[in-house]
C-alpha cells in the first residue's frame, strides 16, 4: 500500500523556519516526482515545490524562490522541505504528493498519491 505521512507543520512567528518531512511506504522514490501543495482556507491548493528523483531536478514556486529548500533523502525515503523566512502568507495546510509519471507539475490533478498534509501557521 502507497502512503505518504507528512509532519514538521507547526506554529511559528514571522521570519521563522520549519522544516516539513514527507514519508513514503509502498514505493521508492526513483522513477516518482514528488510535489510539495499547500492550500489556504478559502484558496485553491497551490504547487509550491517539486522534485524528480530521478535526476535530482527541483522546482519552486515564484513566492518560494530563495525561501524554500527541497531535498530527498533516499536512504529513508523521505522528501523535505525546508521553509526560511516564513510569512504571514506561507499559512496553509501543505501536503506532499507523488507523480508515478515522473515528472513535475504544479497543478494537483496530475498526482496519484497524496498524505494527509501538516498545518504550517506563521502568525506573532
Known amino acids: 500500500e502507497v502512503q505518504l505521512v507528512e509532519s514538521g507543520g507547526g506554529l511559528v512567528q514571522p521570519g521563522g523556519s520549519l522544516r516539513l518531512s514527507c514519508a513514503a511506504s509502498g514505493f521508492t522514490f526513483d522513477n516518482y516526482a514528488i510535489g510539495w501543495f499547500r492550500q489556504a482556507p478559502g484558496k485553491e491548493r497551490e504547487g509550491v515545490s517539486g522534485?524528480?528523483?530521478?535526476?535530482?531536478?527541483?522546482y519552486y514556486a515564484d513566492s518560494v524562490k530563495g525561501r524554500f529548500t527541497i531535498s530527498t533523502d533516499n536512504a529513508k525515503n523521505t522528501v523535505y522541505l525546508q521553509m526560511n523566512s516564513l510569512k504571514p502568507e506561507d499559512t496553509a495546510v501543505y501536503y506532499c504528493?507523488?507523480?508515478?509519471?515522473?515528472?513535475?507539475?504544479?497543478?494537483?490533478?496530475?498526482?496519484?498519491?497524496w498524505g494527509q498534509g501538516t498545518q504550517v501557521t506563521v502568525s506573532s
Open positions: 522534485l524528480i528523483a530521478s535526476d535530482g531536478s527541483t
Open positions: 504528493a507523488a507523480n508515478a509519471a515522473g515528472y513535475y507539475a504544479d497543478y494537483a490533478e496530475e498526482y496519484d498519491y
